[in-house]
């Protein structure tokens, strides 16, 4: 597609549900990134998904928090047991190559906003 | 020291004003850095990269000390559009993933 597509926008869950977040790369882009932002944070890392590479988990904040890519392409962050801290923006990112040199930076989707009450 | 820092401001300049950020990292020996854009609400765009030589992309300059660790961003002829949250980017070993700063909120007004 034109560009990183999230979704759903809008996700209100009740605490103790699980939610799966789904994001669709820019065609092409062999990275594939998943970040979270608390309201006033910064962005904080979840996992990294390069071609078919092992994913780089290393940010995922706990065993309820996983992620899968089909195919190469598209992603599914899914969150068990939501707990209230779990609000966030879930945004998605993609990028054509992670080779040394690169300057490509990510395209970001437009995110999923997680509410969990 | 944390991975990448910056003063989150709010700079509150006047249109017309000359605004600059700077942004200090640690470990990381990348050859260029990024700074995004982030309006309220939205996602993250990129806005420019920086190399060692620096960059210059119209009314927006970025510069890399590498041996102080720092990444600046200078604004010439602020519009009022210009308001947003300037984040600073470092990719970390391989560039295998992009370690953001909080940002810094820039105001432009009338």
């Known amino acids: 597609g034109a560009g990183v597509s999230q979704s759903p926008s809008n996700k209100v869950t009740e605490k103790g549900k699980d939610v799966e977040l789904r994001c669709d790369p820019i065609?092409?882009?062999?990275?594939l990134y998943w970040y979270r932002q608390s309201l006033g944070q910064g962005l904080e890392f979840l996992i990294y998904?390069?071609?078919?590479?092992?994913?780089?988990k290393s940010g995922l904040p706990s065993d309820r928090f996983s992620a899968e890519r089909t195919g190469g392409s598209v992603s599914t962050l899914t969150i068990q047991r939501t707990q209230q801290e779990d609000s966030a923006v879930y945004l998605c990112?993609?990028?054509?190559?992670?080779?040394?040199?690169?300057?490509?930076?990510?395209?970001f989707g437009s995110g999923t906003r997680l509410t969990v009450v | 020291r944390k991975e990448v820092e910056q003063d989150p401001g709010p700079f509150n300049v006047p249109e017309g004003a000359t605004v600059a950020f700077n942004c200090t990292y640690s470990?990381?020996?990348?050859?260029?850095f990024f700074w995004y854009r982030q309006d309220c609400r939205k996602e993250p765009k990129l806005l420019m990269s920086?190399?060692?030589s620096g960059n210059e992309d119209g009314r927006f300059t970025a510069q890399l000390n590498r041996a102080s660790q720092y990444i600046s961003l200078l604004i010439r002829d602020s519009k009022l559009s210009d308001s947003a949250t300037y984040l600073c980017?470092?990719?970390?070993?391989?560039?295998?993933?992009?370690?953001f700063g909080k940002g810094t909120m820039l105001l432009v007004s009338p």
């Open positions: 065609s092409g882009h062999t990275a």
């Open positions: 990112a993609s990028s054509p190559t992670t080779g040394t040199g690169a300057s490509y930076g990510y395209t």
């Open positions: 980017v470092v990719p970390q070993a391989g560039y295998s993933t992009l370690t």
């Open positions: 470990n990381s020996a990348s050859q260029s």
């Open positions: 998904f390069q071609g078919n590479s092992a994913p780089d």
């Open positions: 920086v190399y060692s």
